[in-house]
């Protein structure tokens, strides 16, 4: 009989980030024991001792790997450089990290990926489509960790969720987060038409769907986002009027392209949704927030 849920004892790398935060309550409440793994606990994933040791220690029935060091801020132009640390993690920690989780027989491993890292087209993006194939200069080395980490937990037969774009408490969009500054100091513009679409997720719904997904046994690749993919043209004025901050400018993409790079204007023009109805099936998951006007509002109600 396979172990369930509140019989298991989950160690989590990355247990202080936006996710993690989320993650530990929600797995304590469900009746299991969890083991932190962070920065925090002095445990550093690129040190392959260190993380065997760790892992050796706790004998745990999962691992999952939430772990990134992502900047305060967000700089298009040097992404490649202010990225470098979470790159190292999404590669050489997940190499860390899964040969101690093989070693000791964890049953179960799963690993965060991104939901909108897909080559640009139309519609909503499955799991199927590829993933980025010529990604703007600065987005490389972010998709060839990304690529190595879902090749290593493919290898581990393990499960890779792909989040949308996170937000809820100390991401880039809580009301002290870098966007949501940026918008209110008017300097998010939309460029062109705004084409990117944005598929979103909850931090407290990327932690249910790594619940749900420690209580199944699927594997491979699944995309964990709400149900209303929303143009940057569409979102940004809506979330503008809820901060009650000054409407987006709009600017041309060649400005864009000028000022932010390649990967700033990809972003806010190429992006594409990815659809949620496979983790939907797989896992028997639902977003608490269908839709992010739901959740943004939530978020930013305590505003004056």
């Known amino acids: 009989m396979p172990v369930r ?22 797995l304590t409440a469900a ?22 040791r760790v892992v050796q220690a706790a004998e ?20 490649a450089r202010d990225f470098e640390q979470t790159n190292r993690l999404r590669s050489v920690g997940t190499r860390n990290l899964l040969d101690a989780a093989l070693e000791t027989g964890a049953p179960r491993i799963i690993t965060q990926g991104l939901a909108y890292a897909y080559e640009p087209g139309q519609g909503l993006a499955d799991e199927d489509a590829p993933l980025w194939i010529r990604p703007p200069a600065q987005f490389a080395p972010v998709l060839a960790a990304l690529r190595e980490l879902e090749c290593r937990t493919a290898d581990a037969k393990g499960l890779v969720l792909r989040f949308g774009h996170l937000y809820g ?23 062109g038409k705004g084409a990117s679409v944005l598929s979103f997720t909850h931090a407290s719904d990327a932690a249910s769907a790594v619940v749900a997904a420690l209580d199944s046994d699927v594997s491979g690749v699944l ?17 503008a009027s ?40 797989a896992l028997k998951w639902r977003p608490r927030y269908h839709s992010w006007i739901e959740g943004f509002t939530i978020e930013h109600a305590s505003r004056e």
């Open 60 to 79: 745990p029935d999962a691992v999952v790997h939430m772990a990134t060091a992502l900047p305060s801020r967000i700089n298009t132009k040097t992404l």
């Open 242 to 281: 809820m901060l009650g901050a000054p409407a987006p400018k709009r600017v041309p993409v060649a400005l864009v392209r000028l000022v932010a790079g390649g990967w700033g204007a990809a972003f806010m023009t190429e992006l594409r949704g990815a659809s949620n109805a496979r983790s939907k099936t």
């Open 223 to 239: 995309n964990i986002a709400d149900d209303t993919p929303v143009t940057i043209g569409q979102w940004l004025p809506a979330f």
């Open 31 to 52: 009746g299991h024991h969890v083991v932190e793994v962070s920065r925090e606990s002095g445990t550093d994933l690129l040190d392959h001792s260190a993380v065997r």
């Open 169 to 191: 408490p100390g991401s880039y969009f809580s009301p002290g987060g870098f966007y949501t500054r940026q918008v209110h100091e008017g300097k998010f513009p939309i460029a």
């Open 5 to 26: 849920l509140a019989d298991m004892k989950v160690l989590i790398a990355g247990a202080t980030g936006v996710i993690g935060k989320s993650l530990v309550p929600q």
